[in-house]
């Protein structure tokens, strides 16, 4: 006997592709196989000669012989590109070249946020240089760089000359640092105590729209709230994923509650937006297909605006793959929307890969298909409180108290799923542990939907003129946020909701988290049986990997 198979009949052959695409990145960001690039075009080229082979003479085992070459084909391409877009200085590495001073020109790729106005750093990539450094032209860096005061923000695309310190980072430096993160990130070298040499070069008129149109966001998002600035802040930072602006104690509430997720632009918000789009385009009466195009520009137009964190450009894509799907008349298979974009996103940037927003963003919601929606339909499927009562003889208390324990089953069971994937990357990228962390998620995630809600109504009346009607949405959802916030600091104040964690081996927390994903994926093309042992086993293999690989502080 299986599981109701409405949610289990989804296939989606790219998810293969996605995996060889991603062993063969990973294989390569750690040294694991330091093949020449030749050596993997040569094998991308067999895997698809082999491909072909399969299809155009096809014999017993056609079908695994063209899985097999392309499969080999988009491994060996996802390392020849993650390799590629590092870019890494084998002969630095052979020399062990020690710091230098250096003049760099630089255009930056992504600003970190700063409290000095006197300082700026962030990522960007190399211009030019003086003749004897000409090999470092194209290579990504951090740059941490004094910046005027008076002068104006740096944002994306601008450019600027400075003299500094530049030093090499390791190859692969142990997880947890900030150098491993920039490696993460393709960095090969850090830029630091740089001053400028000469005005810098000020970003196109886009970039700087971007940067106007954020700064009138902010402030109308913060109408009505100067008696409450830690809500306004709090506001800002979850509409516009604008983490700076909260204060370092409550950075630190959110961060041991397990919650921090919300302050980022990521699926929540980007799927609250585009439902809001979509529903007043609907409003207005726009036909199915101008709506979808215009909410599609109106979303990207947010994500940019919003600072075009990798986080919302990942979630951007799975949702217009989504919808693009619907539009197009095929059916809709949500994990299939996932590999699509998913594989777009590593093309185009491969080391996301490596960072914890893609980990987690994507992990969670390949949980939520191949774990939470059929368990939350297993679930809802028992439930059938009044079988015995013709649906004519049930009132409006029988229909609210069934919705409302559908309701909380369907929370449970996607919050027991994203739970799975979010414990290893939590403890793996951030050292912390929380297992209280699910039931305040389980409060908070609703009410950040109604905060996104406001603040998206709040934004639009303020752009249309209605200051009235901003403040009456700000202060709106400046009330959920306090409770919000009370909510995380009483949860804190229970024994044992928060701990100090980390994986022994660190390398463990990656390999867990592909474990239990394979562990769920294995599930569901099995169809879940009904019987409770598989339902609890990517549970119970989660209570020993935490129990055998995993060390603890208060």
């Not at 980990?359 to 919601?365: D, E, F, H, P, R």
């Not at 739970?419 to 409060?443: D, I, K, Y």
């Amino acid at each position: 006997m299986r599981l109701t198979p409405r949610s289990l009949t989804h296939r989606a052959p790219l998810l293969g592709l996605v995996v060889a695409w991603a062993g063969g990145a990973t294989a390569v960001h750690l040294g694991l196989l330091a093949w020449p690039s030749a050596a993997w075009a040569g094998l991308a080229l067999g895997g698809l000669a082999l491909a072909a082979f399969a299809v155009i003479r096809p014999r017993r085992f056609a079908t695994v012989l063209f899985a097999l070459g392309l499969f080999l084909a988009l491994a060996a391409a996802g390392a020849l590109r993650t390799a590629d877009e590092r870019a890494r200085l084998h002969d630095w590495d052979a020399l062990e070249l020690p710091p230098r001073e250096a003049r760099l020109g630089l255009r930056v790729e992504r600003v970190f946020a700063s409290r000095d106005p006197g300082r700026a750093s962030g990522l960007a990539r190399v211009v030019d240089t003086d003749p004897h450094l000409r090999d470092l032209v194209g290579q990504r860096i951090q740059f941490f760089v004094t910046w005027p005061a008076d002068g104006e923000a740096l944002l994306r695309g601008a450019g600027f000359r400075a003299r500094g310190l530049l030093a090499p980072l390791p190859f692969a430096p142990p997880p947890g640092g900030f150098d491993r993160y920039l490696a993460d990130e393709g960095a090969n070298f850090t830029f630091t105590r740089a001053r400028l040499e000469e005005p810098p070069r000020a970003a196109g008129p886009w970039a700087r729209f971007r940067g106007a149109a954020a700064g009138r966001f902010e402030s109308i998002l913060r109408r009505g709230l100067d008696a409450q600035p830690h809500l306004a802040d709090l506001h800002v930072a979850m509409l516009l994923g604008r983490k700076d602006a909260l204060a370092r104690e409550q950075r630190d509430w959110f961060i041991r509650s397990g919650t921090m997720h919300l302050f980022a632009i990521s699926g929540l918000h980007v799927a609250a937006i585009a439902v809001a789009f979509h529903t007043l385009l609907l409003l207005a009466r726009v036909p199915s297909r101008p709506r979808f195009f215009a909410a599609t520009a109106l979303l990207w137009l947010y994500v940019e605006i919003t600072g075009g964190q990798p986080s919302a450009v990942r979630a951007f894509w799975m949702i217009t793959c989504l919808l693009g799907a619907r539009q197009l008349r095929a059916p809709t298979n949500s994990l299939s929307a996932l590999a699509i974009s998913a594989l777009g996103v590593l093309v185009v940037s491969p080391h996301q890969l490596f960072g914890a927003g893609f980990q987690m963003s994507y992990g969670i919601v390949a949980a939520l298909l191949l774990y939470g929606v059929p368990l939350q339909e297993k679930w809802q499927a028992a439930w059938q409180p009044w079988g015995n009562l013709p649906p004519a003889s049930r009132d409006w208390r029988h229909h609210a108290w069934e919705d409302g324990v559908r309701f909380g089953l369907a929370a449970l069971a996607l919050g027991l799923a994203a739970t799975l994937v979010s414990t290893p990357a939590t403890v793996g990228f951030f050292g912390v542990f929380t297992p209280g962390g699910f039931f305040v998620n389980l409060l908070l995630v609703p009410a950040a939907s109604l905060v996104i809600f406001s603040g998206v109504a709040s934004l639009l009346a303020g752009l249309l003129g209605l200051g009235a009607a901003s403040v009456l949405f700000n202060h709106s959802a400046a009330l959920v946020l306090s409770l919000m916030e009370s909510a995380v600091v009483a949860a804190l104040r229970v024994p044992g909701a928060s701990w100090t964690a980390q994986f022994a081996p660190p390398w463990l927390a990656a390999a867990a988290g592909a474990a239990l994903l394979a562990l769920l994926a294995l599930g569901y093309i099995r169809r879940w049986p009904l019987r409770p042992a598989g339902v609890v086993a990517p549970y119970l293999a989660l209570a020993a990997l935490v129990a055998l690989g995993v060390t603890f502080a208060p």
